[in-house]
């Protein structure tokens, strides 16, 4: 996939690059990003030269992640991250992370929303999933502004830090956001629970 830049309202969604290391790295240096998100801790110079330069160029390269530089359209400052990795054909999971300095603004929630139609659009996905660690509530909380549909738990879903964790679990699907998707969808209508 050839790396894709988009606008929405007031960001801008790029790829990382080298020049993004510094800013990575200060962010990353928050401990509410290192608990609850999958970066190293601690967090070091190393590390964000290793995602800026080599992960995320990869990840476009070879077809299985898109991360973004969610970037303010007025300033350029780094507001967070965001990642989408395709997990199976049509179905793309997403991840993010906010600067500290930029939370409660909606900035993380109008990313996710303009990832998303990217993703439907763009990439004739589905499907958008997000998890996060039971108790993650601010991540839950975008989830739920950019209208994902919550879907129940999953008992040791996710290893972070070589710990298996229990996950909050929902979905996107293009028709939530009032676009077709690829292939029909037909709910489950009146499910009796036989198998």
Request: with cysteine.
């Amino acid at each position: 996939m050839e790396p894709t830049a988009f606008t929405t309202d007031r960001l801008l969604l790029r790829p990382f690059g080298p020049g993004d290391a510094d800013a990575v790295y200060a962010a990353c240096q928050d401990p509410d990003i290192r608990r609850w998100t999958v970066v190293p801790s601690p967090y070091t110079r190393a590390d964000a030269e290793l995602f800026t330069r080599n992960l995320s160029p990869a990840g476009w390269q070879d077809d299985t992640m898109y991360n973004f530089a969610v970037l303010l359209r007025d300033g350029g400052e780094l507001t967070g991250a965001l990642g989408l990795g395709r997990r199976t054909p049509g179905t793309l999971e997403v991840g993010y992370w906010t600067a500290a300095a930029h939370r409660g603004a909606g900035y993380t929630t109008e990313a996710v929303l303009g990832a998303a139609r990217w993703a439907f659009t763009a990439l004739s996905a589905d499907r958008v999933e997000w998890r996060a660690e039971i108790g993650n509530a601010p991540s839950r909380a975008v989830a739920l502004r950019a209208g994902f549909r919550m879907e129940g738990d999953q008992r040791s879903a996710l290893v972070n830090k070589g710990v298996r964790l229990d996950t909050w679990t929902g979905a996107l699907l293009p028709a939530d956001l009032g676009l077709p998707g690829t292939v029909p969808h037909r709910p489950a209508a009146g499910v009796s629970g036989a198998l």
